[in-house]
Every structure is written in structure tokens, then in C-alpha cells.
């Protein structure tokens, strides 16, 4: 057996926990701009009565899903800023943060799965409710405001809490693309004492401990509604 | 801003003879072995491990339980860090330094084989995990009255399984599985972070090389969304295949 030597992991702590908030805002950020609001608004276009738009929500869904992040990732990273350069003139000096790029992709790629989440749990809520809030006089909107999402996203929570576990494990990705997230981090810490194995063992343990217990807490959120 | 396609026929600027087409190929043929081989893996360890959750012994359904939640809950990136470069450290010296070295060397087709090892090992459990809970659902959503039905005409627990529950489960979970497949093979563009050029890294180093990144990465999507269709195509009709027996 090998000689482990956890220093590395005492020495470096404030590095690892940037990282460690960089990976929890950009998972919290993009699950809320492209989850919830992005989401929903992919999720509530899917029922508009008009065909176009719907096919046109539809195609991005399928797009978003059939497509690796890795690849949604990159056309981000590498595409924007050339399309701020041919929009913007060549001279231009346009550079997006690799932060925001990856957030941008974040937010756009997981909106396609959020919306799938939420679409479901719209399509759930009773059709009783939608005809009462028609009869009662109510508009698109404040049919969905008042009526159609609130239930939505009640049936939905768990999943979408779900979702939000596996976008913070998504997170670790963007080492690619050079953004000190936690595991990037760890990865050039690692990489630069040459010691790998208790680099990411503890990346592991770190990250088992974060998605472990915040799936338990799902679950007792689920079993605490059952009345 | 015009699009040209036609780096593609073009031979490399490295002089191996090859144009970029080729080595956007090769890296398709990357993608593909990898998801096929860790869909393998996946399938066969996944159903055994749900299988596993749901049996009445206690130390299998714990055994279930502890490698679903360890590989559900680490990144997969992580995951297949673990595998390659963490891995043949903690083994005993000589299977440590096999892995490192003479794993690459025992075969002559290619120089990445360790890498397609790691990878697809990898891949493939990570994706049993989910693959363990699907078929986990599947089995307990089969009515108590079929496993009762089964008890008292005196079939045994492997009997059960085998002709009742695992069929059942197997055509319940498809419409499930059939995405996770699609997973798998959008999830083989992390084995780019290895060393191995699948259809990703070889899209992201042909850009580097052609700086014609946007013609590239289309086309790589393109052959994405392509393979995604076939996919689901294969499945849905063996879908309905199995819905019709």
C-alpha cells in the first residue's frame, strides 16, 4: 500500500475553498437563471397555441439533450467570443470571462432539462383546475402564476432539487476550459506536488459527502409530505 | 461570415498523411466503442446491482445500496480520474506498474488502449448506478400479487427473478434505459479529458489546428444529434418488438 500524505489537502485549504464556492454559485446561479427562469419559460412556451413556437421550444429541447455539455461547453467557450468579433468588427477587443461562458452554458443546457421536469409537472396538475381558472375569467398569466405553476412545482420539487444535485456534479466540467472550480483546483494542486492519489480522494470524499447529503435531505423532504 | 467546408479533405498540417476528416472519423469510432463497451458493462453490472437492492438478504441489499450511492454521488469526471490516474497507484507495485506500462503495449492497434480501458471501466459504472436504479424501480413497481402468485405455486427465489420479475422489470424500465443510453454515449466526451481524442477532443483539437472552429463543431454536432437519432430509433422498435411478444 501507498504512503498517503493528506498535507496537501491542510496546506491548500483557502485554494480549495474558492474553488469549492465557485462550483456552489455557478450550480446555484445557473439553476436558478436557467433552471427555474429559463426553464420555465421553455416548459410554459410548450403549451402556447402557437405551432411554431412550440416546434421551435421543442427543437431546442431535443437539441440541448442530444448534445454532450462537454460540446455545449465549447461552442460557448470558443464561438461567442468570435461572433462578438465578427459582430463587433476585428479590431474589436471582445473576451467574454470563462465564468460567465460557462455560465451561459450552464443556464441554456440545464433549461432544457428543467423544462423538461416542469413540463411534466404542468401537464400533471389537474385539468379541473386549468378549465375553473378559465372559467373564472382569468388570463394566460394569471392562470399560470396563480393556478398552473404553484401546483407544478409542488408535484416537481423533489425532481427538480434532483436536477439541481446532478447540475452541481455537472459543474465539474468546466476545469476545461481553465476555471479554478473545485475540482480544477485540486487537479492543478495535485498536479503540481505530484500527489494525485490524496488530491482526488479528497475531491471524491468532498464531493460524495455534498450530493450524498443533499439527496438524503431530498428524500426527507419527500417522505415529510406525506401526510 | 462564410462557412468553408472544405478543410476537411485537406491533408493535416502534422504530415501523417491523413486529412482532418479522417481524424474527425477516428474520433466517432472512439465515441462508439467506448459507449458500446461501457453500455456493456453498464447493463450487466446495473440490473445485477438493482436486482441486488431488492433481494431479501440484508448484506446484498446493502451491497446494492453502498455502490449506488458511491457512484451516483461522484462526479463522473472524478469518477474516471480515480480509475486512470489514482488507481494503479493504490495497487500492489507490479499491477500498478502493468497498468501504467504494458497495458498500452499488449495490443498494436492503437496506443490509447489503456485509456479506452479507463474509460469505458469507468463510464460503464458509473451508468450501472443509474442503470441499477431504474431496474430497481422497475422491480418494485411489479404488483405484490405477482411475487405472492409466485410463492405459492412454489417457485424459488431464482425461479421468481428469472421468469417473472426480471422480464417484467426489464420491459417496464426500456423507455428509461433507452435515454440512459443516450447518456452514455453523449457522457463518452469526458474520456477527452484522459488523453483519448473521441469525437469531442478531436473536434476541439481540429479547431485548434484549422482554426475553423465554428465549421467543425457543427459538423460534430451534427454527427451528435445523427447518432442520438439512430439510437433512439434502434431502441424505440425494439420497443415495440417487445411490447408485441
Known amino acids: 500500500m501507498v504512503h498517503l500524505e493528506w498535507s496537501i489537502v491542510t496546506e491548500n485549504l483557502p485554494y480549495l475553498a474558492k474553488g469549492l464556492m465557485l462550483s456552489l454559485g455557478l450550480c446555484v446561479l445557473s439553476a436558478i437563471l436557467g433552471g427555474a427562469v429559463l426553464g420555465t419559460l421553455l416548459a410554459v412556451l410548450r403549451f402556447s397555441e402557437y405551432p411554431w413556437l412550440r416546434r421551435t421550444v421543442e427543437s431546442y429541447v431535443n437539441l440541448m439533450r442530444a448534445t454532450p455539455f462537454l460540446m455545449v461547453m465549447f461552442w460557448f467557450y470558443f464561438l461567442v467570443p468570435l461572433l462578438l468579433k465578427t459582430l463587433l468588427g476585428p479590431d474589436s477587443v471582445a473576451s467574454i470571462d470563462a465564468f460567465y461562458s460557462a455560465l451561459i452554458a450552464f443556464a441554456l443546457f440545464e433549461a432544457a432539462y428543467f423544462s423538461e421536469i416542469i413540463r411534466a409537472g404542468i401537464q400533471a396538475v389537474p385539468v379541473g383546475q386549468v378549465n375553473a381558472a378559465r372559467a373564472l375569467g382569468l388570463t394566460v398569466f394569471q392562470r399560470y402564476r396563480w393556478i398552473i405553476l404553484p401546483q407544478a412545482f409542488k408535484k416537481m420539487t423533489p425532481v427538480l432539487l434532483t436536477q439541481c444535485i446532478i447540475l452541481f456534479q455537472d459543474t465539474a466540467v468546466v476545469y476545461i476550459v481553465g476555471l479554478p472550480d473545485f475540482l480544477g483546483t485540486i487537479k492543478r494542486i495535485a498536479e503540481r506536488d505530484g500527489r494525485m492519489v490524496e488530491g482526488y480522494l479528497f475531491a471524491a470524499v468532498v464531493y460524495f459527502l455534498i450530493s450524498f447529503l443533499a439527496s438524503k435531505a431530498v428524500d426527507r423532504l419527500k417522505t415529510g409530505r406525506v401526510e | ?245
Open chain 2, 1 to 245: 461570415m462564410a462557412l468553408d467546408f472544405s478543410f476537411l479533405m485537406t491533408e493535416t498540417s502534422v504530415g501523417d498523411g491523413r486529412r482532418y476528416v479522417d481524424w474527425l472519423l477516428q474520433g466517432l469510432g472512439w465515441t462508439l466503442l467506448i459507449s458500446i463497451s461501457a453500455w456493456c458493462i453498464a447493463l450487466v453490472l446495473g440490473v445485477v446491482m438493482g436486482i441486488f437492492r431488492t433481494l431479501p438478504s440484508k448484506l446484498a441489499r446493502a451491497l446494492g445500496t453502498v455502490y449506488v450511492e458511491v457512484f451516483r454521488n461522484i462526479p463522473l469526471l472524478l469518477q474516471l480520474f480515480l480509475w486512470f490516474y489514482v488507481l494503479p497507484e493504490l495497487l500492489p507495485e507490479r499491477w500498478g506498474e502493468w497498468l501504467k506500462k504494458d497495458l498500452n503495449a499488449s495490443v498494436t492497434w492503437t496506443n490509447f488502449f489503456s485509456e479506452y480501458i479507463f474509460s469505458s471501466i469507468g463510464l460503464g459504472f458509473y451508468t450501472a448506478a443509474r442503470v441499477a436504479e431504474q431496474f430497481r424501480a422497475g422491480i418494485q413497481s411489479i404488483p405484490m400479487g405477482q411475487t405472492l402468485a409466485a410463492q405459492s405455486l412454489g417457485l424459488t427465489l431464482f425461479q421468481r427473478y428469472r421468469l417473472l420479475l426480471i422480464p417484467q422489470a426489464a420491459r417496464i424500465a426500456w423507455p428509461v434505459l433507452t435515454s440512459e443510453c443516450l447518456t452514455v454515449f453523449k457522457n463518452s466526451s469526458l474520456a477527452m479529458t484522459i488523453g483519448l481524442l473521441e469525437l469531442t477532443g478531436q473536434t476541439r483539437q481540429i479547431s485548434d489546428y484549422t482554426f475553423r472552429t465554428f465549421e467543425v463543431f457543427l459538423v460534430s454536432t451534427l454527427l451528435y444529434i445523427f447518432v442520438s437519432l439512430v439510437v433512439t430509433f434502434i431502441m424505440r422498435s425494439l420497443e415495440h418488438k417487445m411490447m408485441r411478444s
